[in-house]
């Protein structure tokens, strides 16, 4: 087997410009046991042996510097024939063969689905995620299909929103990176993502936890109204849950691939998406990852037959300014916390406001009397 495509089990937390973000999370995780889904990651080296083997190189960099980032849809004319060109490109036979190998390896009967993700890194930079900008592929059954879905991931490094977001952060565009994930499916009945501290509140001693039913899909990408519990950190405790009406999820399309929104069943709108213990659950697991990795998480996870994955895990953005854990916040952290009102001005007495308007008529007519005296004087 060839170092472009690697075992979860061989990838380290230091392979991420060469694996992407993801990847070295699952394999930082699958190395620190935690319960992740098998898989492996085709690195960001195949990509370029691809490009590289189909001539490619210099086309897609004449394309890329004709990019002008005030025409959005030129921009996406020009991101597309970027696109066009790694779709239609040859995948080396050794190549296509090891990510065959790998994935017949990997399904069984009874876990023959699998998802292909996208996991990206930018080169000689500490951006190792574009979150929602790149794609994901779930319920992907067959070797055929695994590589297609390897190939539009491929090309998703260049979608028009990746493009522009490289742009804004000055990140040169031949310095981006992209290694698909193929992972086994976790067919969920509930899903949706942790944060081992409040990301809102910024507080580092309150823990997050929002869940929808089905796929993790529909609360990462915003589509859903979620269930939200907030822990304790330190004992675990419950200290806050709203469950709310769901109205839509995310699960296999009845066509037996690929995914479908669908409306939430009527008996289950109201009902809590998880059981206060597998809340709890979430929260130990998610304190164990915070410790093995040195800062908060923000961690996507999901329940399948009663049993807990861990589908990614990242740092939390935004807290870098917070080095102390600070009280319980008593505002959610779904709802951002208010800004603090202005006092209102002070309001005198009646009495006084009265009192007040007497004393300054008085003085001016004191005033207009000595200038009408003063006045008299000097016409003697």
């Known amino acids: 087997m060839s170092t472009l495509v690697l075992p979860f089990e061989e990838i380290k937390l230091t392979d991420t410009e060469r694996c992407g973000g993801k990847a070295a999370g699952l394999g930082e995780l699958t190395r620190a046991g935690i319960r992740v889904p098998g898989g492996f990651c085709v690195t960001g080296d195949a990509l370029t042996r691809v490009i590289e083997v189909n001539g490619l190189k210099q086309k897609i960099a004449a394309i890329a510097a004709t990019l002008n980032f005030e025409d959005y849809l030129g921009v996406e004319e020009r991101t597309g024939q970027i696109r066009a060109l790694i779709a239609a490109a040859t995948i080396p036979g050794d190549l296509d063969q090891e990510i065959r190998t790998r994935y017949t390896h990997l399904v069984t009967k009874a876990q023959r689905y699998v998802a292909v993700r996208s996991s990206v890194a930018v080169k000689h930079s500490p951006v190792s995620s574009f979150p929602g900008m790149m794609d994901t592929y779930h319920y992907v059954v067959g070797e055929d299909q695994v590589l297609e879905k390897v190939r539009e991931c491929w090309s998703s490094l260049w979608t028009a929103r990746a493009a522009f977001a490289r742009f804004r952060q000055k990140l040169a565009h031949q310095d981006g990176v992209i290694a698909p994930i193929v992972q086994l499916m976790v067919d969920s009945y509930s899903a949706g993502v942790f944060f ?185």
């Open 196 to 380: 081992s501290a409040n990301p809102i509140t910024k507080n580092l001693g309150e823990m997050v936890i929002e869940s929808n039913w089905g796929l993790g899909e529909s609360v990462v990408s915003g589509k859903s109204m979620n269930d939200f519990f907030a822990l304790d950190k330190a004992t675990l405790a419950i200290k806050q849950k709203r469950i709310v009406e769901k109205t839509v999820m995310v699960t296999m399309d009845d066509s037996g691939a690929g995914r479908a929104e669908k409306h939430v069943p009527p008996d289950r709108a109201h009902v809590p998406s998880i059981s206060d213990k597998e809340a709890v659950e979430i929260g130990t697991v998610g304190k164990r990852i915070e410790k093995h990795f040195g800062f908060n998480v923000d961690v996507e996870w999901a329940f399948q037959d009663k049993i807990l994955y861990i589908l990614q895990t990242r740092k939390i953005r935004g807290l870098e300014e917070t080095p102390h854990a600070q009280a319980p916040a008593k505002t959610s952290a779904v709802t951002p916390p208010r800004a603090p009102k202005k006092a209102p001005a002070k309001k005198s007495a009646p009495g006084k406001k009265k009192a007040a308007k007497k004393s300054a008529k008085k003085k001016a007519v004191k005033k207009t009397t000595a200038v009408k005296t003063t006045s008299k004087k000097k016409k003697k």
